[in-house]
């Protein structure tokens, strides 16, 4: 009985100090860089966004942190750097762990990470997608210059008109991005089902959620293991999938009140009684703009049968594009709101979001709502396509 009992207790011990390792270390030498700092930002233990800095001496540096999990974190040389293309910045998975980190200045992507294991999956993954990505180059290449010019014409401020044309000869180029990211989705998707244990994992199904129907994103979710739907990411993932039950067939759709194009007030509240198409658009939102021909059909042909329109535009940034869009695409025949996000010091505030209500992750999404607030139909990424809704509404308006 005694040894059983030390067994135990030793075994607890163990098992309280795997629990409590929350300690990194990474120990860095910096090719081409003698002097300065380093800057590396992460999510500490308390889930707090941390920025730490490390002066570099003799092409070293060192951090040290805590974490409760791996995470993905970036290196930038400078914290004036925001673009994740600049060769000085470069994302990577960290662990609570002893590291070793080799960068060269001026070529942060190549780096080498030894010590994390979640760092080694994905690279095994980025292998077999390079030959992928080979293809894609030329592509990505092509839709860089164009969105650089796109964005000097916004900053020059040229004719609209202009500005509208560059930002449509960058959106086709990417669109051509389309194959080519499928085919890596699905070795995405096949790195999950094989690997319900792994942060990449979940960490994919995070930013694959755009992209998948809800009882996708559930059937992959169901398959972690409790450690990875306990995970930061696995949280975020269930909090998500509540969000798009909301905005799916079958919800009662969230009632939601703003201010309309026109300075009025606007209830969903109102409108019970009637098929209400809910819109998400942009007014920078290309293929959104592109819908609005079709859409103004079908609301010409609808609109005597009990059917309504509410554009739920992401522009409460810039109002003034958003009613000019409204105005060139003559679409101020439906209702118009903005979605109701608010930038603050500290980031958003979603209080009076409408998008949050219904899960909406890109542009365009629309939601077809019927005569009690049921919602029948989602069309969208995530959702189904432009020729079912156009059936839909025939099947319950009439053709």
């Known amino acids: 009985m005694k040894k059983i009992g030390l067994l135990l207790i030793v075994a607890l011990y163990c098992l309280s100090a795997i629990a409590q390792n929350t300690q990194f270390m990474i120990k860095g030498t910096i090719k081409g860089k003698n002097d300065g700092y380093i800057y590396l930002s992460y999510t500490d233990k308390n889930g707090q966004s941390k920025t730490d800095s490390s002066i570099i001496a003799n092409q070293s540096f060192l951090f040290k942190g805590e974490i409760n999990e791996p995470q993905s974190v970036s290196l ?8 994740m293309d600049d060769p000085n910045f470069a994302t990577f998975f960290i662990e609570p762990s002893n590291m070793k980190l080799e960068v060269t200045q001026g070529d942060y992507k190549n780096f080498s990470l030894k010590g994390s294991k979640t760092q080694e999956e994905l690279n095994e993954l980025t292998k077999l997608k390079a030959p992928i990505n080979a293809e894609l180059k030329k592509y990505t290449d092509a839709y860089r210059l164009a969105n650089d010019a796109y964005i000097k014409a916004v900053e020059a401020k040229l004719p609209q008109d202009q500005q509208d044309a560059l930002h449509k000869k960058a959106n086709d180029i990417r669109d051509q991005f389309e194959p080519f990211t499928a085919r890596k989705n699905l070795m995405d998707y096949a790195f999950i089902t094989k690997n319900p244990n792994s942060y990449i994992s979940v960490y994919f199904l995070r930013f694959r959620l755009s ?3 809800l009882d996708s ?4 979710y169901n398959g972690f293991t409790p450690k990875i739907k306990e995970s930061a990411f696995g949280k975020q993932i269930q909090a998500e999938m509540e969000k798009l ?3 799916s067939p079958g919800a009662i759709a969230t009632i939601f009140t703003s201010i309309d194009i026109n300075g009025q007030p606007l209830s969903l509240a109102d409108f019970k009684g ?7 658009w942009a007014s920078w939102c290309v293929p959104c703009r592109e819908g609005n021909p079709h859409l103004k059909t079908l609301y010409t042909k609808y609109k005597d049968r009990g059917f ?3 554009g739920i535009s992401d522009d409460d940034t810039r ?3 958003w009613k000019n869009a409204v105005h060139q695409d003559q679409i101020g025949m439906w209702k118009h709101v903005l979605r109701g996000l608010k930038q603050t010091s500290t980031g958003f505030d979603r209080t009076n979001d409408i998008s949050e209500n219904f899960g909406i992750y890109t542009l365009p999404t629309k939601i077809l709502i019927d ?7 989602r069309y969208g990424d995530g959702g189904e396509d432009g020729i079912a809704m156009d059936k839909k509404l025939a099947e319950v308006l009439g053709k």
């Open 76 to 83: 930038r040389s400078s914290l004036k750097i925001r673009n």
């Open 211 to 213: 992209g998948l129907p």
């Open 217 to 220: 994103i559930q059937l992959f």
């Open 245 to 247: 039950k909301k905005g």
């Open 274 to 280: 009637k098929y209400v198409l809910l819109d998400f």
């Open 308 to 310: 309504e329109i509410i």
């Open 319 to 321: 109002p003034e594009a």
């Open 371 to 377: 005569k009690d607030g049921k919602i029948i139909g």
